[in-house]
């Protein structure tokens, strides 16, 4: 492996193992160990309420869950919830807080993003907070992702999302882009964010 693709792999895996999904001791799962289903974002009461709502659109409830998801700097969470309906097939809504949105069961584009604005007080030490972005998305099962951010570009650590893979990713900043690509390396998506 190239040294690039090292550090690909490498910021890959810790982004994936700093998204709370996954549990390991000694090199292998401990079964004591269950990530809750609400990620820690949302309190007993709320996330009960929240996916209940998502089962009410015909999922089962005990396979409701967070797919990937974040606290914003307000304090709302901004999730990717998943869950598998009752004819079997596995759905996703984004929840803004408590409010949900559509559903989707079918990854269709390549990339299917949802922003959220934020701040990043650590991102301006002794200033104020800077403007930012925090992202969700849904990548469709035969697309690799990468972000450009201050003229580097690197990979991002997916997760399972049904047939596909689901990320998120905090504090973008103005000019911040996101690229997906096929299999032959041709790019599918571009895609530049701001702040505001």
Known sequence: ????AWKILALGAAVIAASGGFAAGA?????SIKP???????????????AATFAHRGFARESVHIVTGTRLADGHAFALI????NAGRTCFTV???SALGTTICRISKPVIVFSAPDSCAACSPGGPPLKARS?????????????????HENGIGV?????GFAFNFSFLRNGDRLRARNAAGRVLADVTFRSS
Do not use: C, F
Not at 1 to 4: S, Y
Not at 27 to 31: A, E, T, W
């Open 36 to 50: 809750l289903a609400s990620w820690g974002l949302y309190s007993s009461e709320k996330w009960d309420a929240v």
């Open 95 to 97: 929840a803004r807080g």
């Open 27 to 31: 090199g292998r799962s401990s079964p």
């Open 82 to 85: 998943g869950g598998r309906s």
């Open 159 to 163: 997760v399972p999302a049904g047939e």
């Open 1 to 4: 492996m190239t040294p690039r």
């Open 135 to 151: 992202i969700l998305a849904l990548v469709r099962g035969d697309v690799t992702v990468t972000m450009v951010s201050r003229g």
